[in-house]
């Protein structure tokens, strides 16, 4: 049984201090996806665009074993667009703008075989959708799930439901802040579990991520990158390389989840050295499990005489 | 030989959303010797305070073996005072006053056995009495040396000779930015290590510590902490701990100093405990030892099939 990927594909046009492009392969269900498919087979992504999408972009995903099946294309549509700059200072960003077009009536339907994915993957979308999704699947299914600020501040009582459904919920240190009002990050932590998923993982950027499973924590480095040229994509290439590896090894104990996490930052630590999806288009897995090994090297230290 | 440890010995006034206490025992020298205290022995306290300092201090210190001939006590003058208020977000504080008193003038003089001492650490004082220091000790000494931001604002010419000089520069993420003008910590490092020290730690609070030597990198995790109680000293007894251990061993291997950023991150995390120097009374080897192993499970994975 597959990967279940629930998203958004997207044209982006981002600026950074290094590069600028425009309507480029984007959203967060592309990012996952390609970020799944170094680890792990069939990939089924749902999703929806416009007849604006380029066939480029569709052979693209096709050539990494992404079945494209569950992805709507709506005949006079727009593919979903956003625009954004970053600053100097990469952790900054302005959004330019959203053009929501197909994605403002996006109903996703799970085809009938799919619904038995073991793995269920849930991009950023609004909660509601995510719900929605929820209710087509497997109930047994191993769901994981990613949010961002604007549905912690607009669609919190779904956006609650969600959380107490899913197996994983990942976010980022300054939404676990938000979705708390706690500026401790353990507190933080100990309340969203309180809210109902198995396992939290907070992103923290730089400084790497938190894994907390139920009485136990698990601190992953950061790669120590020197040069960031675009962080679009970073989140959705951990989440996918994270639930990749997962449904690849089928273990599911807290030691091989916090190997996921390393497969995550891993493959985000090379979609941040590249501009757009670039990063993503050409890896392997000897590439990845060399990396695996450098963060491995990173945080080992042994106790000594 | 013995472990030198130059600093401020302060009279604090601390404020935090849970406590309050007046002229409580502080100061860079004395949160580092407490802490390094636990590891190692003789250490010698090279510091000033007026005649106002109470025995009863005197006493503590000296009960951690703290040998205090260094100390020099000025008849008629006043310890320094600081004053300082935290907000709720303990990362946040405000200086409410500083009585330099007798530190305006402090000329530190290390005794004479003392000056073959084989481990120094400056605290952070104003690096014109690190440099001071400096000129006094064993050109073979292993030196360590600590700062702030008010020094690389304000006496950067200085500041630049004892990085030059020192084997270990200790400083924090901020810091490392301010000193650099660079917001990538990575490329702050490699311009720091740039500039001299064989190693540089970048402590960066809730989010754990970095040390970078020559090609290497080691990324140390934070202690989960849900209560802080006082963040004052942290930085200090991370400082002592990492000296502390060092000296005891004799071992500067890239790995055994690993360990000693993690023993050096085990003793703050006992520091921020409790309030003022509490944390750091009472503490024993079993209990360092045993979150030195918890520091370790924090970290650790493994590779897998």
Known sequence: MGLLIVGSVALDSVETPFDKIEDALGGSATYISLAASYFTAPIHLIGVVGDDFSKEYIELLENHGIDLTGLQ???GGKTFRWGGKYHYDLNMRDTLFTELG????????IPEKERNDRFVLLGNIHPSLQLNVLSQVNDNAFTVCDTMNLWIETAREELDEVVKQVNVLIINDSEARLMTNESNLIIAARKIMEMGPKYLIIKKGEHGALL??????????????EH???????????????????????DLSFENIKRAVIYGSAVASFCVGKFSVKGLEDLDMLQIKDRFREFKKLALFNEGD
């Open 73 to 75: 294309i709506i005949e």
């Open 102 to 109: 197909v994605f403002e009536t996006f109903d996703p339907q």
């Open 212 to 225: 907390f499973g139920e009485d136990q924590v698990f601190s992953a480095p950061a790669y120590p990158l």
């Open 228 to 250: 960031i040229f675009d962080p679009t994509g970073a989140g959705d290439s951990f989440a996918g390389g994270f639930m990749g590896y997962l449904h690849n090894t089928g």
